[in-house]
C-alpha cells in the first residue's frame, strides 16, 4: 500500500540530533582528507549526453521525447559517498536528468524536482511532466535524479520478479494463525532478500544522505543556492535538506506535503482517512452523475458499501486479471489506491469497478501492477525495494505481531476500505536488518528564506493538514502555506490556474504569497 513515512526513543532521538549535527556540519571542519575529498567531489564535471531509455529498475519505457521546440533530454552520473562519514570510502553514481533553460541570458539556476515515494526514479519521471513545467524552464535548468538506493543509483534489490510477483499477491490482511504466520514468512524473505542483494547499501540509503547528496549536486551544478521542486515524499526530502543547510536553500516549492510530525503509526492512519475520504468523494461524485454512473448505490455510502462487498468476494474467489493471473482483494485494493491519486483516473476506477462485478478485473490489476512498478514485460522496477528501504531506514519504529494487531480497530474505524491493508502494514520493517533514525524527521530551518508549502484538501496520500505542520516545523517566517481546494495528490500538475500562477511567480520571480492564500473550489 502507499506510504508517506518506547524506551528506545531517547536514544534514537539522541542518535538522530548527532548525526543530524554531524551531516550539517560537513565540509566545515576535521581533517584534510576529509575536505580534499569535499572538495574534489565538489569540482567533478559531469559529462551530460543523449538519455537512453529508462531501464528496467528504473520503470522501463520509451527515451524521453525531445522538448517543447526540439531541445533534448540529458543524462549524466555524478558520484557521492557512500558514506560520508568515511573518508576514503567507496563512493556511489546517481543518475541525473537535465533540460537546459530557454533562455540562459536570465537563467536563474537548476530546479531541482523530486517526485515523491520514497522510491520514485527522477530520472524516468521528468520527461512526463516537461509540458507542465515549461513555464518553469524559460529560467531554470529543469534536474531531477534517482536518489541513492533507486531506480540506477545503486538501485536496492530484495527479490528477483518471480519472487516479487508472488510476494504482490500475497495476502496482505491475515484473519488467522496461518494466515499469520505467511504474512509474516513474506516480510522477512523480502527483509533477507534486500539483506543478501544490497546489504552493503543498505545503511545509508536514508533521507538525511539523500538531503547531503542534493547540497553536493548544487555545488557541481555550479549553483550557489539550490532551488527545489519536492512532491510528496520529496517535502519530507526537502525538508530535511533545509534543516541541514538553511542558508543554503534559494527557492524552494513542497507540494503535496508530508506531516514531519508524524510517526509511521501516526502517518499510516492519516493516509487511512485520506484514501477512504478520496473513495467517499469518488462515490458521491459518481452518485451525483446519476444515471451515468455505472456502480450501484443511491447514495455514496452505498457506492462504497458495494465496493466492500465486491472485495469480500475477492478474497474468497479471485476472478480472471491478466494471462493466467488472476485479482485477489490485496490488488484490488492498490489498484483502487493508485487511482485514487488523481481525479483524471476516477472514470477509470468507476470502470475498473463494474468489470470486477462483472467478473473481469484486467483494469484493476494493472493499476495494481502500477502501484507495484511491475513492467510491461514483466519484470519489475525497484521503487517497492528503494521505498521500503529508505522508510525504514529513516523510521526507528519496529511494530511486532501483537503491536500490530492490537493498533488494527483503530485502523478498522479510520477506513472502511484501506484500514486492514494500512494497520498489517505497519509490519512492513519489522524484519529489517539496518536500524532506523528517528520516529520522525527534523526539518526545523531557523535562517532559512520563506518555502513555499501547498496542501490539498482532498488529497489521499498526504492529507491536506500536513501542509500547515509541516509549514509551522519549518519555523516562523519559513513556512508559507498554499491551499488547493480539490482533489488528487499534488496541485501544481492538476493544472489549476490559480496555483501555477501563484507558483510560477514565485519561482521565477521571488514574489511570496501571503500565508494562507487558498486556490481552487471545493468539490
Not at 521525447?65 to 570510502?89: I, K, N, Q, R, T
Not at 524559460?138 to 534517482?146: G, H, I, K, N, T
Not at 462487498?309 to 490488488?331: C, F, K, Y
Request: glycine fraction near 12%.
Amino acid at each position: 500500500m502507499p506510504t508517506s513515512s518506547s524506551a528506545g526513543r531517547a536514544a534514537a532521538l539522541a542518535v538522530a540530533v548527532s548525526v543530524l549535527l554531524a551531516a550539517g556540519c560537513s565540509g566545515d571542519g576535521g581533517g584534510g582528507n576529509d575536505r580534499d575529498r569535499a572538495q574534489d567531489l565538489a569540482s567533478q564535471e559531469l559529462e551530460w549526453e543523449a538519455c537512453g531509455p529508462p531501464s528496467e529498475e528504473q520503470g522501463n519505457g520509451p527515451a524521453p521525447s525531445p522538448l517543447p521546440g526540439g531541445a533534448e533530454w540529458e543524462c549524466s552520473s555524478m558520484d557521492v559517498p557512500l558514506d560520508y562519514d568515511d573518508s576514503g570510502g567507496d563512493t556511489v553514481s546517481l543518475a541525473l536528468i537535465r533540460a537546459r533553460a530557454r533562455d540562459p541570458d536570465r537563467r536563474i539556476g537548476s530546479l531541482i524536482f523530486n517526485f515523491g515515494g520514497p522510491g520514485g526514479s527522477g530520472v524516468a519521471t521528468l520527461p512526463g511532466f516537461a509540458e507542465d513545467f515549461e513555464t518553469l524552464r524559460a529560467r531554470y535548468d529543469l534536474v531531477s535524479f534517482d536518489p541513492r538506493g533507486v531506480g540506477d543509483s545503486a538501485g536496492v534489490e530484495c527479490l528477483d520478479d518471480e519472487q516479487l510477483q508472488a510476494y504482490f499477491a500475497e495476502d496482505a490482511t491475515p484473519e488467522d494463525a496461518a494466515e499469520e504466520k505467511e504474512f509474516v514468512d513474506g516480510i522477512e524473505e523480502f527483509s533477507d532478500g534486500c539483506e543478501e542483494r544490497s546489504g552493503k547499501e543498505l545503511p545509508y540509503v536514508g533521507t538525511v544522505n539523500a538531503a547531503r547528496d542534493m547540497d553536493l549536486m548544487r555545488q557541481v551544478l555550479g549553483d550557489d543556492k539550490l532551488y527545489y521542486f519536492g512532491i510528496s515524499y520529496g517535502t519530507e526530502l526537502g525538508g530535511v535538506y533545509a534543516h541541514l543547510y538553511p542558508r543554503n536553500v534559494g527557492r524552494a516549492v513542497f507540494d503535496a506535503a508530508v506531516d514531519p510530525t508524524k510517526n509511521m503509526e501516526q502517518g499510516a492512519l492519516g493516509q487511512a482517512r485520506g484514501f477512504q475520504l478520496a473513495l467517499d468523494n469518488f462515490a458521491q461524485d459518481c452518485v451525483n452523475r446519476g444515471d451515468d454512473c455505472l456502480l450501484p448505490g443511491a447514495t455514496a455510502n452505498e457506492v462504497v458499501d458495494g465496493i466492500i462487498a465486491l472485495l469480500d468476494r475477492l478474497r474468497e474467489d479471485p476472478i480472471s486479471g491478466i494471462g493466467l493471473r488472476r485479482l485477489n482483494e490485496t490488488q484490488a485494493i492498490n489498484g483502487i489506491a493508485q487511482t485514487l491519486y488523481s481525479k483524471e483516473f476516477w472514470p477509470l476506477l468507476e470502470q475498473g469497478l463494474d468489470e470486477a462485478d462483472a467478473g473481469s478485473g484486467a483494469l484493476l490489476l494493472a493499476f495494481s501492477d502500477s502501484l507495484n512498478g511491475r513492467n510491461e514485460n514483466g519484470t519489475y522496477s525497484n521503487i517497492q525495494a528503494a521505498n521500503t528501504a529508505i522508510n525504514c531506514v529513516d523510521s526507528s519504529a519496529r511494530y511486532t505481531l501483537g503491536q500490530t494487531k492490537s493498533k488494527l480497530p483503530e485502523f478498522r474505524e479510520a477506513s472502511r476500505v484501506f484500514g486492514d491493508t494500512m494497520g498489517w502494514a505497519l509490519m512492513s520493517c519489522s524484519e529489517w536488518p539496518v536500524p532506523g533514525l528517528a520516529p520522525t524527521p527534523d526539518v526545523s530551518a531557523p535562517g532559512a528564506p520563506p518555502i513555499l508549502v501547498i496542501g490539498t484538501t482532498g488529497d489521499p496520500a498526504t492529507p491536506y493538514e500536513g501542509a500547515r505542520a509541516m509549514a509551522e516545523a519549518l519555523g516562523d517566517g519559513v513556512g508559507v502555506e498554499l491551499t488547493y481546494e480539490g482533489e488528487g495528490h499534488g496541485a501544481y500538475n492538476t493544472g489549476d490556474t490559480c496555483v501555477m500562477r501563484v507558483v510560477d511567480a514565485y519561482l521565477l520571480e521571488g514574489a511570496v504569497p501571503e500565508d494562507g492564500a487558498v486556490c481552487g473550489g471545493s468539490l
